[in-house]
């Protein structure tokens, strides 16, 4: 039995058919979950010192699968603090990730990320859009330290690549990764891929945000391979 089949108590959750050997994909919109709290089966952590991370479930008229999202609502401006929402029962090396955001305020940041191959807040990978700088970027955090990679084919040290992130609408962001590679696309349309081997292990999965970005969350699509 997979993780996957433990979710069906816990939020609301689509399952979408998948090929032979690849385990289904769920979709996990937080629609069956009260409002006000994190949903069960989830953990909120933080990457740096600074406020406390307020993740929730809320109502919201635009979510792309009403009528609830979970939303990041904490405002501190304290640069360089990454609020974490993680998934506890996935544990996997490959898949798939994607997730519907909505970037709501934030003047030093208005950035949404996909987090893999968690192990605890100081090591983990990640991909974030952020609607301030137009940009998209893969990092790993290790040790505490975040640090960008650079997309194939570009000069190490590269930093992303710029892309228009509207703010106040809906975007899909997705990351796939097997073993040291990974591939970024952004409202259907593949950015860039990026190698690194830094953790070839199985790790956890869920959702960032940073400084005093409000993000919400909907559709958090999961897929191990």
């Known amino acids: 039995m997979s993780w996957s089949t433990t979710w069906y108590v816990m939020a609301a959750v689509v399952v979408v058919c998948a090929a032979p050997n690849r385990s289904?994909?769920?979709?996990?919109?937080?629609?069956?979950?009260?409002?006000?709290?994190l949903p069960p089966g989830w953990t909120s952590a933080m990457t740096h010192a600074g406020g406390t991370p307020k993740w929730e479930v809320l109502a919201d008229s635009t979510a792309p699968s009403?009528?609830?999202?979970?939303?990041?609502?904490s405002n501190d401006p304290t640069d360089g603090r990454f609020p974490l929402a993680i998934l506890e029962k996935a544990n996997?090396?490959?898949?798939?990730?994607?997730?519907?955001?909505?970037?709501?305020s934030g003047k030093v940041d208005q950035g949404a990320g996909l987090v893999w191959r968690y192990r605890d807040p100081d090591n983990y990978y990640l991909v974030r859009a952020n609607a301030l700088e137009d940009n998209v970027v893969l990092y790993k955090v290790e040790r505490?330290?975040?640090?960008?990679?650079?997309?194939?084919g570009t000069a190490r040290g590269t930093y992303?690549?710029?892309?228009?992130?509207?703010?106040?609408?809906?975007?899909?962001?997705?990351v796939?990764?097997?073993?040291?590679?990974f591939a970024v696309y952004f409202n259907g349309q593949k950015l860039f891929e990026v190698e690194d081997?830094?953790?070839?292990?199985?790790?956890?999965?869920?959702?960032?945000?940073?400084?005093?970005?409000?993000?919400?969350?909907?559709?958090?699509e999961v897929t191990e391979k």
């Open 176 to 181: 796939t990764f097997q073993g040291p590679r």
């Open 144 to 152: 505490g330290r975040r640090s960008s990679i650079a997309p194939n």
């Open 92 to 104: 996997f090396k490959d898949g798939e990730l994607s997730v519907r955001t909505r970037a709501i």
């Open 24 to 37: 289904p994909a769920e979709v996990i919109n937080f629609d069956t979950t009260p409002a006000g709290a």
């Open 197 to 220: 081997a830094t953790f070839p292990q199985p790790g956890k999965v869920g959702l960032w945000t940073k400084a005093d970005s409000v993000i919400h969350f909907d559709d958090f």
């Open 66 to 73: 009403k009528p609830n999202v979970l939303a990041q609502l």
């Open 160 to 174: 992303g690549v710029k892309h228009r992130v509207p703010s106040q609408v809906w975007n899909t962001l997705r």
